[in-house]
C-alpha cells in the first residue's frame, strides 16, 4: 500500500515543492481547503480529506480533519497488532507524513482595528490536534511544522536516512511550537480578562540570536524576543553596522532605552554595567549629548548611548571622538551615518522611539522559580508631591527634581543623583548604604554640587546624607519621605536653607 502524507498549511511557502517531492517517492497527497486548491492549480494530485473520511467540512471550516479516520492513521502504532486490525476493521489507512502550520494567530494578533471574532476565529484547533497527535507517534510518523525543514526531510526520506532519532527532533519541534502558540492565546485571554496573577503563568519568547557567550566566556547565551510584545524593545531594533551584540551590550542596551524612555525633549543617555552614567537633555541632540558626556567623561569610555531624536553630523561628530560600544537612535542622517561607520567596530542601532511608556510584567528567574512584579512605569506629578520644609524649590530646581527622579529610578540602589540644568553632575550607585552612595555621587560631581539638587530613589534612615548634601552645597532633595526620622532631615534642610520635596514613592532597583 502506498505512503500518505497529510498536508494543510497556513504559510504556502515552498508546499509545491514538497508536495511534488513527495509525489515522485511514491506518496499519495490528502490536503484541505486553501492547501488543497494551491497544490491542485499547481497540477499536483491531492485529495481532499473529505473524500478519505466521507465526511464534509462543516462549520465554516472549523470540522475538516477532526475524525477518527485521520487521527487513527495517525496515531495507530505499527507493531501493535490489535491496533492494525483496528484500523482494518474500519477501513482507516495509515498516514505516515504530516505537513502542517498553524493559522497566523500572532500577525492578526497585532493587525490594526482588528475585531475579536478575527482573532478568535484564527486560534487553530485541527492543526495543532493532527500535529500533536502525529508528534506522540514520532516513533512512526514524520511530522514537519517549519518550512525550512522541508528540504531536509525530502532528502532523508530519498536516502532512507529518517530515523526515529530524526522524527523525534521533529517531534520536539512540533511540541515547542504547539506550546508557543498556546501561550500566546493563554496570555490573550489572560490579558483581555485582567487577571495579573493567573494561577498557571505561561511566557513564550521567539529565538533571536545564538550569543558568543554569557556575561562571561565559560557562560553559554541565546537572547530571545516577546513574541507578542509591540512596544519599545531591542528585539526589533535594526543593526546598521558593526559586530553581533554580546549579552551584556543587550543588557546594557535595555537599560538605555528603559532610561531613555522617561524623557520627552531631546535626551542622550550614557550607560555602562547598566547604571547611568550619564544623562543630559536639552533643545537639541547635539547639546544633550555634550551634557551626558560632560556628566561623566570617564566612565562613558566604552559605554552605550541612546538618544531620542535623530543623530545628525555635530552630534555624530562628537560621538565619533570617543570609544563607544553601541549607539541607539531612531534614525541618522546620511552625513552622520557615514562618519560614525568610519569606526570599524562601533554597532549602530537603529530603533523608532516612543517615549509613551507602556507597562509590562518583569520577570526575574531564582533557583527554582520566578518572581513576577509589575514595571516601575508610575508616573509622578507635581500634584503629588509634598514640601515639608521651611524652603520651597524654585521652579528651576523643581525641573531639576523631577528630572533627577527620573533618573535615579533606573540607579541600583542604594541610588543617589546629582543634577544641575537637566544634567546628571553625580551618581552614586549599588552601595550597601546611602551615605556611600551620596559620597561617590558628590566626590564625581565635584564643584558642579553647589547649586545641584539631589534625588534618592528611598528615604534617608538618619539625617547623614543630608548633612553631607548641605556641606557640598545641595539647594534641593527629592525623595520619598516615610523614614520615622524624617523630622531630623528635615531639620538639617531648615538649618541649611535646603528645600525638600517628598514623593510618596520609593524606586528601589535591586
Not at 545628525?312 to 570609544?323: M, R
Amino acid at each position: 500500500m502506498k505512503k500518505q502524507a497529510l498536508i494543510s498549511v497556513s504559510d504556502k511557502e515552498n508546499i509545491t515543492e514538497l508536495a511534488k517531492g513527495l509525489i515522485e517517492l511514491d506518496y499519495d497527497v490528502i490536503s484541505t481547503g486553501g492547501t488543497l486548491r494551491v497544490l491542485q492549480e499547481a497540477g499536483i494530485p491531492a485529495k481532499a480529506v473529505d473524500e478519505i473520511t466521507g465526511f464534509p467540512e462543516i462549520l465554516d471550516g472549523r470540522v475538516k480533519t477532526l475524525h477518527p479516520v485521520i487521527h487513527g492513521g495517525l496515531l495507530a502504532k505499527r507493531e501493535e497488532p490489535t491496533h492494525q486490525k483496528q484500523l482494518e476493521d474500519n477501513n482507516i489507512s495509515l498516514i505516515d507524513v504530516v505537513v502542517v502550520n498553524l493559522y497566523p494567530f500572532k500577525k492578526t494578533l497585532h493587525k490594526q482595528g482588528v475585531s475579536e471574532n478575527d482573532i478568535i476565529e484564527n486560534i487553530d484547533i485541527g492543526g495543532p490536534t493532527m500535529l500533536r497527535a502525529a508528534a506522540k507517534n514520532f516513533t512512526d510518523v514524520t511530522v514537519v511544522v517549519d518550512p525550512d525543514d522541508y528540504s531536509d526531510v525530502l532528502d532523508a526520506i530519498q536516502k532512507d536516512t529518517l530515523n526515529k532519532q530524526k522524527r523525534k527532533q521533529l517531534a520536539a519541534k512540533v511540541f515547542r511550537h504547539t506550546a508557543h502558540y498556546d501561550a500566546m492565546i493563554a496570555r490573550y485571554f489572560t490579558e483581555d480578562t485582567k487577571e495579573e496573577f493567573p494561577e498557571n503563568y505561561t511566557v513564550t519568547y521567539e529565538k533571536i540570536q545564538t550569543l558568543r557567550y554569557g556575561e562571561n566566556p565559560h557562560q553559554k547565551a541565546a537572547f530571545y524576543k516577546d513574541s507578542t510584545n509591540t512596544a519599545l524593545s531591542l528585539a526589533t531594533s535594526k543593526q546598521l553596522h558593526g559586530k553581533e551584540l554580546s549579552f551584556n551590550n543587550i543588557q546594557d542596551a535595555n537599560a538605555a532605552l528603559e532610561i531613555l524612555s522617561e524623557y520627552k525633549n531631546p535626551t542622550a543617555v550614557a550607560v555602562k554595567h547598566m547604571n547611568p552614567c550619564g544623562i543630559g537633555m536639552a533643545d537639541n541632540l547635539a547639546e544633550a549629548f555634550q551634557r551626558a558626556y560632560q556628566a561623566d567623561p570617564i566612565s562613558i569610555f566604552g559605554g552605550i548611548v541612546a538618544c531620542n531624536r535623530e543623530i545628525d553630523q555635530s552630534t555624530a561628530e562628537q560621538l565619533s571622538e570617543i570609544f563607544l560600544e553601541i549607539v541607539i537612535a531612531p534614525s541618522y542622517t546620511p552625513e552622520a551615518l557615514e562618519t560614525l561607520t568610519m569606526k570599524k567596530n562601533i554597532r549602530l542601532l537603529e530603533l523608532p522611539m516612543n517615549s509613551q511608556k507602556q507597562a509590562y510584567h518583569k520577570l526575574t528567574t531564582v533557583k527554582g522559580g520566578m518572581l513576577i512584579q509589575d514595571s516601575d512605569h508610575k508616573e509622578l506629578t507635581k500634584d503629588q508631591l509634598a514640601f515639608p520644609t521651611k524652603n520651597q524649590p524654585s521652579e528651576q530646581e523643581l525641573s531639576d527634581l523631577l528630572f533627577a527622579w527620573k533618573a535615579v529610578k533606573h540607579v541600583k540602589s542604594n541610588a543617589i543623583v546629582l543634577a544641575k540644568d537637566n544634567q546628571t553632575v553625580g551618581i552614586g550607585a549599588g552601595q550597601m548604604n546611602r551615605i556611600g552612595s551620596a559620597t561617590i555621587a558628590i566626590e564625581q560631581a565635584g564643584e558642579n554640587t553647589k547649586g545641584a539638587v539631589l534625588a534618592s530613589d528611598a528615604f534617608f534612615p538618619m539625617p547623614d546624607t543630608v548633612e553631607a548634601a548641605a556641606t557640598a552645597g545641595v539647594t534641593a532633595i527629592i525623595q520619598p519621605g516615610g523614614s520615622k526620622r524624617d523630622q531630623e532631615s528635615i531639620d538639617v534642610c531648615d538649618e541649611n536653607g535646603i528645600a525638600m520635596v517628598f514623593t510618596g514613592m520609593r524606586h528601589f532597583k535591586h
